[in-house]
């Protein structure tokens, strides 16, 4: 047996298969794993023992049962393994396949061999798909020279490595490569590194179990440092992926817990400067990482904690402080450089003072070069701080591209019953928005993100929203926060979502510290309020009233406002409607929020074929930026993208073509026709994002994969109205059943008061 995989597992159920299975691919299968089940559910070890029956190398499942952490978990799989080397892998990350192979060209005559890592938010489906370039958006450098974190935006370039000279010795280079692997100290690592088992045993070198987040980094240097012969393999082995959910299942690095983790990190220092003491450059360089994180952890520490803790943390830093060398102190500068100094005489109250004044510093610096961080700082400072306009409402409907859904309709009842009470304030995205959207009541227009926008923000008791507010939203005492989202969900959410590839990889934290902020949600149906429970961890109030902007679809006599909605567009008031309105698709992009649509449908064959007895209205997602030219078929299509309010589309549809949109939900209020344009299902469904639906179960129509189905559906609608109608009746049950016409007071009266 070549290689023993030493794997501690913590019930990381949705990672271990990504895991295993990069351990199945290995172009070298001369090995075993051995996954060390530290304090786990019973289901998870049985899973486990499942998967090890069929593996095709051998995989041992060992337990602990007290939750002695993976220093413990690390030491026991060391002690069980029979492989000629041991290599560390943690449950969360995966291996290139080739890593193997690599590693062992390099390990003839050596105890140690390590190599580089990528990082990812990513599984490895998404990962090898397009991962790399999702993380390149996301952090703005590609996987490969990503060695850091992105909390950063302090003084960095100060503590680089500059024209450092390329280390002649092979050791000096894996070492340069163990420290520089990782951005922070702390993250100094022995994943990925392959060490000669007879090695270990021969020093006796076992994890110090007593460590709970850094056991690592002493460890590591123990195992560099025992030995001359360590090798380097100059390809990318190990993927280390971050967790996108730190709120459910939080890496060890997204725990707080900072006390704790400074007091580890200071003993690792003192323990790693004793074991590389007289290799004079590897000092400077693991004594500049050390600066660093006295720099960003430690001094800033002292602001926030009590006075007995930062005492105590003080304490132990000023063990460390007089062991750096010269060299690495000589590199230092600016701050860095006026902080060590400082910190040889002060206390912590004041290295705290001077932190918190550098720090100012650079706020006012920033805000002093960026109209936006400006805007921000007053937002904040000054705002924020000002009287709260106990009877404004703001109000923003899709970021603010429209006048629109539940927003609307919320004002205009607020303004026809309760006249004069309220002064409201409307958010739109850009100017030329401003201008166009005509409001039938007094109101503010501000436009996101300018000055009046974090005003009124700022300092407005109501807020009506059926999105996210923005990350830095600050919730007042006092504030009333009225979320009514935009839809019944068919797409998986946030927390139902296992990757995150479109919007920012933290996306389940934002969303999650987003979601505390709002006092009610609008539920459209009992479906939807299970779903938003789970899928935004919501547990505030829920409104169960129906969506407010369906309430127009419940008016009794809807012909004069067809008319005049017919007439307002312009189409021939004898002419039947067909309104076409697809969704967006995650993968179809130009920049983030900015996406592309392409037309599927052949227009020309359904003009000739329909065009006598229709008119075709084609509505795109507000993602989309495509404006596509209908121009060829005027008279018959007509782009209705810009039209505000998709709830009048409906009214004066006779028949829907959709996808994958929530919109299916909404009209189902009118119980007319509805056709299901899913040319893309199995990517959609499977790739992309995955249903909550079953939709060849629920659609109360036809799925379409041409436009020659939906021609022949076209010409069959009552046939097929005929065929859905017990489906569709289930459907409008399931999810209209609490839509009535009254959605709008329903939600007003509980916010507002009667
Ligand atoms: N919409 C629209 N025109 C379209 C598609 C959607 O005006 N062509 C509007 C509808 O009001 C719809 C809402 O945008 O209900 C949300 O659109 P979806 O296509 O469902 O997609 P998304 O914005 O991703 O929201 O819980 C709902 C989900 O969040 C989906």
Same mark, same amino acid.
């Given at each position: 047996?070549?290689?023993?995989?030493?794997?501690?597992?913590?019930? *990381?159920?949705?990672?271990?298969?990504?895991?295993? /299975?990069? #351990? &199945?691919? =290995?172009?070298? +299968?001369?090995? @075993?794993?051995?996954?060390?089940?530290?304090?786990?559910?019973?289901?998870?070890?049985?899973?486990?023992?499942?998967?090890?029956?069929?593996?095709?190398?051998?995989?041992?499942?060992?337990?602990?049962?007290?939750?002695?952490?993976?220093?413990?978990?690390?030491?026991?799989?060391?002690?069980?393994?029979?492989?000629?080397?041991?290599?560390?892998?943690?449950?969360?990350?995966?291996?290139?396949?080739?890593?193997?192979?690599?590693?062992?060209?390099?390990?003839?005559?050596?105890?140690?061999?390590?190599?580089?890592?990528?990082?990812?938010?990513?599984?490895?489906?998404?990962?090898?798909?397009?991962?790399?370039?999702?993380?390149?958006?996301?952090?703005?450098?590609?996987?490969?020279?990503?060695? *850091?974190?992105?909390?950063?935006?302090?003084?960095? /370039?100060? #503590? &680089?490595? =500059?024209?450092? +000279?390329?280390? @002649?010795?092979?050791?000096?280079?894996?070492?340069?490569?163990?420290?520089?692997?990782?951005?922070?100290?702390?993250?100094?690592?022995?994943?990925?590194?392959?060490?000669?088992?007879?090695?270990?045993?021969?020093?006796?070198?076992?994890?110090?179990?007593?460590?709970?987040?850094?056991?690592?980094?002493?460890?590591?240097?123990?195992?560099?440092?025992?030995?001359?012969?360590?090798?380097?393999?100059?390809?990318?082995?190990?993927?280390?992926?971050?967790?996108?959910?730190?709120?459910?299942?939080?890496?060890?690095?997204?725990?707080?817990?900072?006390?704790?983790?400074?007091?580890?990190?200071?003993?690792?220092?003192?323990?790693?400067?004793?074991?590389?003491?007289?290799?004079?450059?590897?000092?400077?360089?693991?004594?500049?990482?050390?600066?660093?994180?006295?720099?960003?952890?430690?001094?800033?520490?002292?602001?926030?904690?009590?006075?007995?803790?930062?005492?105590?943390?003080?304490?132990?830093?000023?063990?460390?402080?007089?062991?750096?060398?010269?060299?690495?102190?000589?590199?230092?500068?600016?701050?860095?450089?006026?902080?060590?100094?400082?910190?040889?005489?002060?206390?912590?109250?004041?290295?705290?003072?001077?932190?918190?004044?550098?720090?100012?510093?650079?706020?006012?610096?920033?805000?002093?070069?960026?109209?936006?961080?400006?805007?921000?700082?007053?937002?904040?400072?000054?705002?924020?701080?000002?009287?709260?306009?106990?009877?404004?409402?703001?109000?923003?409907?899709?970021?603010?591209?429209?006048?629109?859904?539940?927003?609307?309709?919320?004002?205009?009842?607020?303004?026809?019953?309760?006249?004069?009470?309220?002064?409201?304030?409307?958010?739109?995205?850009?100017?030329?928005?401003?201008?166009?959207?005509?409001?039938?009541?007094?109101?503010?227009?501000?436009?996101?993100?300018?000055?009046?926008?974090?005003?009124?923000?700022?300092?407005?008791?109501?807020?009506?929203?059926?999105?996210?507010?923005?990350?830095?939203?600050?919730?007042?005492?006092?504030?009333?926060?009225?979320?009514?989202?935009?839809?019944?969900?068919?797409?998986?959410?946030?927390?139902?979502?296992?990757?995150?590839?479109?919007?920012?990889?933290?996306?389940?934290?934002?969303?999650?510290?987003?979601?505390?902020?709002?006092?009610?949600?609008?539920?459209?149906?009992?479906?939807?309020?299970?779903?938003?429970?789970?899928?935004?961890?919501?547990?505030?109030?829920?409104?169960?009233?129906?969506?407010?902007?369906?309430?127009?679809?419940?008016?009794?006599?809807?012909?004069?406002?067809?008319?005049?909605?017919?007439?307002?567009?312009?189409?021939?008031?004898?002419?039947?409607?067909?309104?076409?309105?697809?969704?967006?698709?995650?993968?179809?992009?130009?920049?983030?929020?900015?996406?592309?649509?392409?037309?599927?449908?052949?227009?020309?064959?359904?003009?000739?074929?329909?065009?006598?007895?229709?008119?075709?209205?084609?509505?795109?997602?507000?993602?989309?930026?495509?404006?596509?030219?209908?121009?060829?078929?005027?008279?018959?299509?007509?782009?209705?993208?810009?039209?505000?309010?998709?709830?009048?589309?409906?009214?004066?549809?006779?028949?829907?073509?959709?996808?994958?949109?929530?919109?299916?939900?909404?009209?189902?209020?009118?119980?007319?026709?509805?056709?299901?344009?899913?040319?893309?299902?199995?990517?959609?469904?499977?790739?992309?994002?995955?249903?909550?639906?079953?939709?060849?179960?629920?659609?109360?129509?036809?799925?379409?994969?041409?436009?020659?189905?939906?021609?022949?559906?076209?010409?069959?609608?009552?046939?097929?109205?005929?065929?859905?109608?017990?489906?569709?009746?289930?459907?409008?049950?399931?999810?209209?059943?609490?839509?009535?016409?009254?959605?709008?007071?329903?939600?007003?009266?509980?916010?507002?008061?009667?």
């Amino acid at each position: 047996m070549k290689v023993s995989v030493i794997i501690p597992y913590h019930n *990381e159920r949705k990672y271990i298969g990504d895991c295993l /299975d990069s #351990l &199945e691919d =290995q172009s070298v +299968q001369d090995l @075993e794993a051995i996954v060390v089940c530290d304090h786990c559910e019973k289901e998870a070890v049985l899973e486990l023992r499942e998967r090890a029956n069929e593996s095709p190398f051998p995989l041992t499942v060992l337990e602990l049962t007290e939750g002695q952490g993976t220093a413990a978990a690390r030491n026991m799989g060391i002690q069980n393994s029979q492989g000629e080397y041991v290599l560390f892998l943690d449950c969360d990350d995966y291996l290139e396949t080739y890593a193997l192979e690599e590693l062992l060209l390099q390990a003839e005559g050596k105890d140690v061999v390590y190599a580089r890592h990528a990082k990812t938010w990513y599984g490895r489906r998404v990962y090898y798909d397009n991962g790399k370039q999702l993380y390149a958006q996301n952090t703005g450098k590609s996987v490969e020279e990503d060695d *850091e974190e992105q909390d950063s935006d302090t003084d960095n /370039d100060e #503590l &680089e490595l =500059q024209g450092e +000279q390329e280390p @002649e010795s092979e050791w000096l280079r894996t070492f340069h490569v163990l420290i520089h692997n990782c951005y922070s100290f702390q993250e100094i690592t022995v994943l990925g590194m392959l060490v000669r088992k007879d090695y270990i045993q021969e020093k006796d070198y076992l994890f110090e179990e007593d460590y709970t987040y850094y056991a690592d980094l002493p460890y590591a240097m123990l195992l560099l440092c025992g030995t001359e012969n360590a090798g380097l393999v100059s390809k990318t082995i190990y993927i280390k992926r971050k967790h996108n959910d730190p709120i459910n299942l939080p890496s060890l690095s997204q725990i707080s817990d900072e006390k704790k983790k400074l007091t580890e990190g200071i003993r690792a220092y003192l323990t790693m400067k004793e074991l590389v003491k007289g290799r004079e450059e590897a000092e400077v360089a693991l004594d500049r990482k050390f600066i660093k994180y006295y720099v960003k952890k430690i001094s800033p520490y002292y602001i926030t904690a009590s006075r007995k803790d930062a005492e105590e943390i003080y304490h132990q830093a000023s063990k460390c402080l007089p062991l750096i060398t010269e060299p690495a102190r000589k590199r230092a500068q600016g701050y860095t450089r006026r902080l060590l100094k400082a910190s040889e005489k002060e206390g912590p109250a004041k290295i705290a003072k001077r932190v918190s004044r550098h720090s100012s510093l650079q706020t006012l610096r920033r805000v002093l070069t960026s109209r936006s961080a400006m805007r921000k700082y007053l937002y904040r400072k000054v705002f924020s701080r000002m009287k709260m306009m106990d009877n404004v409402v703001l109000l923003e409907s899709f970021f603010g591209r429209n006048y629109s859904d539940s927003p609307k309709y919320i004002f205009e009842y607020l303004n026809q019953n309760y006249p004069g009470q309220y002064k409201y304030v409307w958010i739109f995205s850009n100017s030329k928005r401003r201008r166009e959207e005509k409001l039938p009541y007094p109101s503010k227009k501000v436009i996101r993100f300018s000055l009046r926008y974090f005003y009124y923000m700022a300092r407005v008791k109501y807020i009506v929203f059926n999105g996210r507010q923005p990350q830095y939203f600050i919730k007042r005492k006092g504030n009333v926060f009225l979320e009514t989202w935009h839809g019944t969900p068919l797409k998986k959410l946030v927390f139902d979502m296992d990757e995150v590839t479109t919007a920012s990889p933290l996306y389940k934290k934002q969303f999650y510290i987003q979601t505390r902020s709002w006092d009610y949600l609008v539920a459209p149906n009992k479906f939807s309020e299970e779903v938003f429970r789970h899928a935004f961890m919501y547990d505030g109030k829920m409104l169960e009233t129906g969506y407010p902007r369906n309430d127009i679809l419940h008016l009794e006599d809807k012909s004069a406002l067809t008319t005049e909605i017919k007439k307002e567009l312009g189409i021939d008031q004898n002419k039947k409607v067909i309104l076409y309105a697809p969704t967006w698709r995650d993968d179809e992009f130009y920049a983030s929020a900015q996406y592309k649509f392409t037309l599927q449908l052949d227009m020309d064959k359904l003009k000739r074929e329909l065009g006598d007895e229709y008119v075709l209205l084609l509505r795109t997602h507000y993602f989309v930026v495509d404006n596509l030219d209908l121009s060829p078929y005027d008279g018959f299509a007509y782009n209705v993208s810009q039209y505000n309010d998709i709830a009048r589309l409906y009214l004066i549809s006779d028949v829907l073509i959709t996808d994958y949109s929530s919109v299916f939900f909404d009209y189902a209020n009118l119980r007319r026709p509805m056709l299901f344009f899913t040319y893309d299902l199995e990517k959609y469904r499977g790739v992309l994002r995955g249903f909550y639906v079953d939709v060849e179960e629920e659609l109360p129509g036809p799925m379409l994969f041409n436009t020659d189905e939906v021609l022949n559906a076209m010409r069959n609608l009552p046939a097929i109205e005929e065929e859905y109608k017990e489906k569709y009746d289930r459907f409008y049950e399931k999810y209209c059943a609490w839509e009535d016409g009254n959605a709008t007071r329903k939600v007003v009266e509980t916010v507002f008061g009667k």
